[in-house]
């Protein structure tokens, strides 16, 4: 009796444990939550940054292609 008292016990206690295990987990991740939108808003303006730059190598591209296409029609 005692051992079936004592498991009941137990088996209370691990399932108290994971329960906290789980509330902590939530906690820690609303914790890094502000961290994280900073984190994603940087990466944002990083690659809004690296779509400008690629929009003006392109138009530098066209440029340069227009160019040569003058150069060799007055040939």
Known sequence: MFRTVFRDILDRLDQLDR???????????????PALREELERRRREIDDLSRQSLHVVDQLDAARRRLRELEAGR
């Open 19 to 33: 329960r906290i295990a789980g509330v902590e987990a939530t906690l820690e991740s609303m914790r890094e939550e």
